[in-house]
T-cell receptor, first 110, second 114 residues
Framework: NAGVTQTPKFQVLKTGQSMTLQCAQDMNHEYMSWYRQDPGMGLRLIHYSVGAGITDQGEVPNGYNVSRSTTEDFPLRLLSAAPSQTSVYFC?????????FGPGTRLTVL | AQSVAQPEDQVNVAEGNPLTVKCTYSVSGNPYLFWYVQYPNRGLQFLLKYITGDNLVKGSYGFEAEFNKSQTSFHLKKPSALVSDSALYFCAVRDNTGGFKTIFGAGTRLFVKA
């Protein structure tokens, strides 16, 4: 099993550009989440999903959209990137308790 | 609303000494509590969890954590620290009301000196 995969590993955007961070898991987990990690702030939950077709907002959802059309994939969309979205983004999946994290995407918005 | 506090940004300990990383939480129902570790440039790895049962739970790499309901704490402990334990540690909480939303603390950086 590949576990949780994220692409790209690194990305630089200009303010106002849009992009999609990809996340996929091959463990047939129902639960998936997106977090951002910032120094001194820990991990903050952006959006999460409890199954295909079901998503909900986390602590910091503004500026981000998600969808869950399949169990495997949970992409995170930035519609108009802002410098405040410079961060490391982690995707995670879970069968219930323990979460399995991807390697992260380091995003810089200039 | 759920919340987690890790009061120490950094903990320093000498190799071979016991270590404690502190965590307090707030949830509306009974808590599900977790500890994760992050090594440099890596994603988080699960260490241990408390769902119900014994207040002392054991996890990976010799770590354990003590749940204290009256103090709403879930401190991470290890009897004898190793230099390789140096990493960033996160406490997390989820309530047991059926939701999946998991909230993480700000993290505590552990330095173990040889």
């Amino acid at each position: 099993n590949a576990g949780v995969t994220q692409t790209p590993k690194f990305q630089v955007l200009k303010t106002g550009q849009s992009m999609t961070l990809q996340c996929a898991q091959d463990m047939n987990h129902e639960y998936m989440s997106w977090y951002r990690q910032d120094p001194g702030m820990g991990l903050r939950l952006i959006h999460y999903s409890v199954g295909a077709g079901i998503t909900d907002q986390g602590e910091v959802p503004n500026g981000y959209n998600v969808s869950r059309s399949t169990t495997e994939d949970f992409p995170l969309r930035l519609l108009s990137a802002a410098p405040s979205q410079t961060s490391v983004y982690f995707c995670a999946s879970s069968y219930g308790d323990e979460q399995f994290f991807g390697p992260g995407t380091r995003l810089t918005v200039l | 609303a759920q919340s987690v506090a890790q009061p120490e940004d950094q903990v320093n300990v000498a190799e071979g000494n016991p270590l404690t990383v502190k965590c307090t939480y707030s949830v509306s129902g009974n808590p599900y509590l977790f500890w994760y570790v992050q090594y440099p440039n890596r994603g988080l790895q699960f260490l241990l969890k408390y769902i119900t049962g014994d207040n002392l739970v054991k996890g990976s790499y010799g770590f354990e954590a003590e749940f204290n309901k009256s103090q709403t704490s879930f401190h991470l402990k290890k009897p004898s620290a190793l230099v390789s334990d140096s990493a960033l540690y996160f406490c997390a909480v989820r309530d047991n009301t059926g939701g999946f939303k998991t909230i993480f603390g700000a993290g505590t950086r552990l330095f173990v000196k040889a």
